[in-house]
Nanobody, 127 residues
Framework: QVQLVESGGGLVQPGGSLRLSCAHS????????IGWFRQAPGKEREGVSC????????YYVDSVKGRFTISRDDAKSAMYLQMNNLKPEDTAVYYC????????????????????WGKGTLVTVSS
C-alpha cells in the first residue's frame, strides 16, 4: 500500500524559508519519479518540481527556479522541498506525488502523470 505523508507547512513571512518533507512507503523509487505539486485557493493544481526515478534529474516550474530545491533521501524513504525567498504567490496546499517525472509533468502540471498522492500540507506566505 502506497503511503505519502507531507509535513513542514506553516505560516511564514515573505522572504522567509520553509522545508517540506514527504515520508513515503509502499513503492520503489527504481520504478517511479517523485515530486511536488501545489494548489492555491481558486486555482488549478500546478507542478512545482520533481525528481526522476534515477534521482539524477530534477525539474522545476519557472516561478520557483533559483528559490526551491528538491531532494530525496532514499535511506530514509523521504523527499524534501527546500523553499527559500518565499513570496505571497507561493501560498498553496503542497502535495507530494509519485509517478512519471518529466519536464512537461512540471511545466504543464500533468496531474494525470502521477499515480499516488499525499493529502497535502498548507503553506501560507503572509506578513
Amino acid at each position: 500500500q502506497v503511503q505519502l505523508v507531507e509535513s513542514g507547512g506553516g505560516l511564514v513571512q515573505p522572504g522567509g524559508s520553509l522545508r517540506l518533507s514527504c515520508a513515503h512507503s509502499g513503492f520503489s523509487l527504481d520504478d517511479n519519479g517523485i515530486g511536488w505539486f501545489r494548489q492555491a485557493p481558486g486555482k488549478e493544481r500546478e507542478g512545482v518540481s520533481c525528481i526522476t526515478r534515477t534521482g539524477y534529474t530534477a525539474y522545476y516550474v519557472d516561478s520557483v527556479k533559483g528559490r526551491f530545491t528538491i531532494s530525496r533521501d532514499d535511506a530514509k524513504s523521504a523527499m524534501y522541498l527546500q523553499m527559500n525567498n518565499l513570496k505571497p504567490e507561493d501560498t498553496a496546499v503542497y502535495y507530494c506525488a509519485v509517478g512519471s517525472c518529466s519536464r512537461d509533468t512540471v511545466r504543464h502540471g500533468y496531474s494525470h502523470a502521477m499515480d499516488f498522492w499525499g493529502k497535502g500540507t498548507l503553506v501560507t506566505v503572509s506578513s
